[in-house]
């Protein structure tokens, strides 16, 4: 039997679930059964490649105009280079990740002939944050693009709501498969000794009996960080041993320490910078926040209550699937950053309130969120198209 021939497209290849979970598909699948290839712009990071490299037998394309941003130019090269290259190489699915990726690659793939079109659906791409005129451009490209996508994937069930609300694609064409992720690690790291614990707060310039407050994603404006800092902001005037650590790096980071420089937090805001042991620094905060304005499904979530943290965060999409209301946490209408602080100060004053939370938050993880489940999902997608 020959092998089935995928081709997986991304638009760059950075620290975030979309990319790792990109990987550890295509590392995952049998290679006695796929021949699997990636194709991704310039603008990929080094770091994630090295951590979660490559099989040998997988082919690496890399497509220097092909960019997050918009560019005429730069869009039609890519969009005829990935069109020869699914050309020479014959594939029989072509599984397209992100938004620009799932735009050129899916046109790309439907001027080759390619049989089976797949587009994994991480984020939103209109949500309700962006410009109306630029969020029913891309609702419209995106209904376009899914006249000629077989099958989406999306890693939660609000997400495949709002895309089938909008009309994009058939209902009938969507499956959710839960992001997959190294799990066993922050279930582990729920139970790193004290010792552990207060070596790494000394580490971070932290003590002992401060009481931490984190946030852990990428320094973007649709992270929300803003928020974050104001809630700090709030939180420090009543209990000042509150500590506010921002784990993470990104091109926020020069105007938020300007900004906490500006609101005098700076003996309450520790920034960590990129940390490759993510379960460790999980193990040692007491709360785990997020204020993002979109999202997929929130994988720092799913890893937060692996570590059994209680959880506060916004109302962002996928929130609801992994936070159950009042049990492990809180959901706060978006932006409303005096909702968050009042959720904050209950588990600040109730030590026992966040143990229990915490306990609850890590019984909702399941095997759904492992990689072994994506890639059998994975598997079982591609044969069912391919054996129709």
């Not at 791409?125 to 451009?137: G, H, V």
């Not at 971070?204 to 931490?212: I, T, V």
């Not at 990104?250 to 320490?257: A, F, H, I």
Request: aromatic fraction near 8%; glycine fraction near 6%; charged fraction near 30%.
């Amino acid at each position: 039997m020959d092998k089935i021939k995928v081709l997986h497209i991304i638009t760059r290849v950075v620290n975030g679930g979309a990319d790792e979970n990109t990987l550890f598909t295509i590392n995952g699948l049998n290679k006695n059964e796929y021949k699997i290839d990636l194709l991704a712009g310039s603008e990929s990071e080094k770091e994630i490649l090295e951590r979660i490299s490559l099989e040998n037998n997988i082919t690496f394309y890399q497509i220097d105009s092909l960019v997050r941003d918009i560019s005429l130019h730069n869009d039609i090269k890519a969009l005829f280079k990935i069109y020869k290259i699914i050309k020479e190489n014959n594939y029989d699915i072509i599984h397209t990740h992100i938004a620009k990726a799932g735009v050129l690659g899916r046109i790309a793939a439907r001027m080759a002939g390619v049989p089976h079109i797949i587009h994994g659906v991480h984020g939103i791409t209109f949500p309700d944050q962006i410009n109306i005129f630029k969020r029913e451009l891309f609702k419209n490209i995106e209904r376009i693009c899914g006249l000629f996508t077989d099958e989406f994937i999306t890693v939660g069930d609000d997400m495949k709501q709002k895309y089938i609300n909008a009309k994009v694609g058939k209902p009938e064409d969507y499956t959710t498969i839960r992001s997959g992720m190294e799990l066993s690690q922050f279930i582990n790291a729920a139970d790193n000794e004290q010792k552990k614990i207060i070596n790494l707060k000394e580490d971070l310039g932290l003590k002992d009996d401060d009481l931490l407050i984190g946030m852990v994603s990428k320094l973007e404006k649709r992270k929300g960080y803003k928020y974050f800092l104001e809630v700090a902001k709030d939180i420090v005037e009543e209990f000042p041993n509150v500590k506010f650590v921002i784990i993470g790096n990104g091109s926020e980071y020069d105007r938020l320490v300007k900004k906490v420089n500006k609101m005098n937090l700076n003996s309450n805001v520790v920034f960590t910078g990129y940390r490759t042991d993510i379960a460790d620094v999980f193990s040692i905060l007491d709360i785990k926040v997020l204020t993002s304005l979109w999202e997929g499904l929130p994988r720092v979530l799913v890893q937060a209550a692996a570590v059994a943290k209680p959880i506060v965060t916004f109302n962002v999409d996928g929130a609801w699937e992994i936070v159950d209301e009042g049990k492990n946490g809180y959901i706060v209408p978006m932006k409303d950053t005096k909702a968050m602080a009042r959720k904050l100060k209950l588990l600040i004053k109730d030590d026992k309130l966040r143990r229990k939370m915490g306990k609850c938050s890590q019984e909702k993880v399941s095997n759904d969120w492992t990689i072994e489940n994506m890639v059998k999902e994975t598997d079982r997608l591609y044969k069912s198209l391919v054996n129709k």
